[in-house]
């Protein structure tokens, strides 16, 4: 087996172990799937140009979510991201869970709407579950800075949510008040005077023998 079949085996295991791990990472620094897709491709193209250099698996893995984080940063920079069409409606709420369903829905559309470099931070650190050090790792940044944009969306989420329930609790009384409000019963209407109508004059017969003779 020639060098190049076995890097391109080696490739082709570690798509077939990891793709579908990096296209659910791809989709969270996206929030869409088709985006998602090209991103995978994209990194996948990287990572196989890079392979011989890249040596053990262990170094194929953070470079692979770099190329994700790194390049998903670059479209956000570039592409407009307001509302996105769809094929597939979101998943409707359980009816036993509602509350915390629509919680997942409100906090995920805030993580969308963060900068790229924060929604990147949460992404690794908190649905990924990576440390402060592999996240910095993967991001080029410090330690600190992790810290410090970690904080900041956070803080970002907290208050955006805060607001949006402060604003359906603000609705909900209003709707309360004005359901307490004593309704005062419309005043009967007068009907309109109507013009008498007169009876047509009655009709009457000519005499026997019309007008003849007279």
């Given at each position: 087996m020639t060098d190049r079949q076995a890097v391109e085996d080696d490739f082709r295991e570690f798509v077939a172990a990891r793709s579908p791990a990096l296209l659910r990472t791809a989709?969270?620094?996206?929030?869409?799937?088709?985006?998602?897709?090209?991103?995978?491709?994209?990194?996948?193209?990287?990572?196989?140009?890079?392979?011989?250099?890249?040596?053990?698996?262990?170094?194929?893995?953070?470079?692979?979510?770099?190329?994700?984080?790194?390049?998903?940063?670059?479209?956000?920079?570039?592409?407009?991201?307001?509302?996105?069409?769809?094929?597939?409606?979101?998943?409707?709420?359980v009816a036993d869970?509602?509350?915390?369903?629509?919680?997942?829905?409100?906090?995920?559309?805030?993580?969308?709407?963060?900068?790229?470099?924060?929604?990147a931070v949460l992404v690794l650190r908190f649905y990924e579950d990576l440390s402060e050090a592999q996240t910095a790792a993967i991001l080029d940044i410090s330690t600190g800075t992790v810290k410090s944009q970690t904080s900041r969306a956070l803080s970002t989420l907290r208050g955006r949510l805060g607001a949006e329930r402060a604003a359906e609790q603000a609705r909900v009384d209003e709707l309360a008040a004005e359901a307490e409000r004593p309704r005062i019963p419309r005043q009967a209407q007068t009907p309109p005077a109507t013009r008498p109508v007169r009876a047509p004059a009655p009709r009457i017969p000519a005499p026997a023998g019309g007008l003849e003779g007279r």
């Open positions: 989709y969270l620094l996206t929030g869409d799937w088709a985006t998602a897709e090209d991103l995978l491709q994209t990194a996948l193209t990287k990572i196989y140009l890079a392979w011989r250099r890249l040596g053990e698996i262990e170094a194929v893995e953070p470079y692979a979510r770099r190329v994700l984080v790194n390049t998903s940063i670059s479209w956000w920079r570039r592409r407009w991201h307001g509302e996105r069409p769809t094929e597939v409606l979101p998943e409707p709420a869970r509602v509350d915390e369903q629509l919680e997942r829905d409100a906090l995920w559309r805030h993580v969308q709407s963060l900068p790229a470099r924060q929604r």
